[in-house]
């Protein structure tokens, strides 16, 4: 049976794994697994784990987005000749914030909220360090010179009480900094999904982006060098499809987004798959 670690959790987490296909992999029942997860990683961290596999539990349960109606445009003119045809954006009238820069600025300003919390609980260790050095030397005073008793023995009570002070805001303060980082792990996932591009390939020889104008410059040398080349991917393909296969993969070589391709041929899907 595999071991259980941090290392592996977080890893299967980051993968969007529930409580369920976990336990599985362990080779054990829910309740099981999350009794282990206690037992290992303390009550505290234990729940924090759970929380996050329930979230990726809602995640699975959230219904995607459905896929774009394409209405066929009639061809009207010749192959060589194929103009592509692009909605135009709305443009607000108004500029608001796009949810990708509201969650920018929410991921931004809690990266500095880590840093600052970071910076304090490292203060507050530091200092809690800094108290038990005091103590031990404290101590030692009362037994090497009995006139400084009360004074000491005051100055220990403070010091303790101090310390427990301390040992509790610190661990309050750990506690928050490994909630935020979750979340902060959450928010990068989500602008990553906003980010990405949808590309739709069209059977009638048309390219449209989701969201924003096809634009797509030196195509014609790969289009070439897929009409001389000597590959058997390109028997079944129309010279229009070739066009659209040279155009696509010219595109997409020069994002750097996450990309999701969306074709009405299944035949050209297989061919770019194997050419991108």
Not at 145 to 169: G, H, N
Not at 190 to 206: H, N, P, R
Request: aromatic fraction near 6%; proline fraction near 3%.
């Amino acid at each position: 049976m595999p071991r259980i670690s941090s290392k592996v959790l977080e890893t299967k987490l980051k993968l969007g794994w529930t409580l369920s296909t976990m336990s599985n992999h362990f080779g054990q029942t829910p309740s099981e697994f999350s009794d282990n997860l206690i037992r290992i990683f303390g009550d505290t961290k234990a729940r924090d784990y759970l929380s996050r596999f329930e979230r990726n539990e809602k995640k699975c349960g959230t219904r995607r987005k459905p896929k774009k109606a394409v209405t066929e445009v009639p061809e009207t003119l010749e192959n060589s000749e194929q103009s592509v045809i692009l909605e135009e954006s709305v443009v607000p009238t108004e500029p608001e914030k796009t949810e990708l820069e509201m969650l920018s600025e929410e991921h931004d300003s809690l990266e500095r909220e880590i840093m600052s919390m970071e910076q304090t609980w490292q203060q507050h260790r530091s200092r809690g360090i800094e108290i038990r050095n005091l103590l031990i030397s404290e101590k030692s005073n009362l037994e090497r010179i009995r006139v400084q008793f009360l004074e000491s023995m005051e100055t220990c009570e403070r010091l303790i009480k101090e310390l427990e002070t301390v040992k509790a805001d610190a661990k309050q303060l750990y506690s928050g900094i490994s909630e935020s980082k979750a979340h902060l792990s959450e928010l990068k996932d989500k602008i990553d999904e906003l980010k990405k591009v949808t590309i739709f390939v069209l059977s009638s020889g048309e390219i449209e982006v989701e969201g924003r104008e096809f634009i797509c410059e030196a195509w014609e040398p790969l289009y070439k060098e897929f009409l001389s080349a000597e590959n058997s991917d390109f028997d079944d393909l129309t010279r229009k499809e070739i066009k659209q296969l040279a155009k696509l993969l010219t595109y997409t070589a020069n994002l750097d987004v996450k990309v999701e391709v969306i074709f009405d041929s299944g035949k050209l899907e297989e061919v770019f798959n194997k050419n991108k």
